[in-house]
């Protein structure tokens, strides 16, 4: 039985009685039918995505003082390029951390996660501040494609082009098959025209 599977066995000796942890089964329960989801990879994952985002949604309004409620919302929200939303999520999150521990480790996928949706809303100076604080939490994050990938395109939109190039030689050592990834593809190609523009303006 695969760990998704004993989780579920697991949780539904628990399923149903009243606790102080309810909470906690239930994000539990939640965590285990994403798992489920992200490790199938056959088909088009959406519609489940989004009936996952209506119950991590109903979730952390049931339970709007536990944040990892929020991360979670925030991370589907983000991989559904719902980015406005993710960065509203997560902003809420931590508005309701208190101010000394916003910076905990393990809030990292809050900063992740704004890292990638402000890069992808174009708010680039934000998605750069956002993942400094990322990997000040956790240094493995630079295995992190889709993280890379939004650090570097935040990194050339501002004119940091070896910045950017240093992110993308990094995460295609560390995980050899992006460069088959369409996403790091776009990256590339993001890079490559943000240099062009910049020796463009420089000829005016």
């Known amino acids: 039985m695969n760990e998704p599977a004993k989780a579920r066995e697991l949780l539904k000796k628990v399923a149903g009685k009243k606790s102080d942890y309810d909470h906690l089964v239930e994000i539990a329960s939640l965590q285990t039918e994403t798992s489920e989801l992200f490790a199938d990879n056959r088909g088009d994952k959406r519609p489940q995505m989004k009936a996952l985002e209506g119950k991590y949604a109903a979730f952390v ?10 991360s979670m919302l925030g991370g589907i929200q983000s991989a559904l390029d719902e980015h406005h939303e993710a960065i509203q999520t997560v902003i809420a999150a931590l508005n309701n951390t208190p101010k000394d521990k916003r910076r905990s480790s393990n809030l990292w996928s809050m900063y992740r996660n704004l ?9 680039y100076r934000k998605a750069l501040g956002a993942a400094d604080v990322a990997y000040e939490l956790k240094k493995g994050i630079s295995s992190d494609r889709y993280f890379m990938y939004a650090l570097a395109k935040a990194d050339a939109a501002t004119g940091n082009f070896k910045g950017a190039q240093d992110a993308l030689n990094v995460v295609a050592a560390r995980v050899p098959e992006v460069k088959n990834d369409p996403k790091f593809q776009s990256t590339v190609r993001f890079l490559a025209d943000k240099i062009q523009e910049s020796k463009q303006q420089k000829k005016q």
Do not use: L, M, Q, V
């Open 61 to 70: 309004r049931k339970y709007p003082n536990f944040i990892p409620g929020y």
């Open 115 to 123: 890292t990638i949706s402000f890069a992808e809303t174009g708010d």
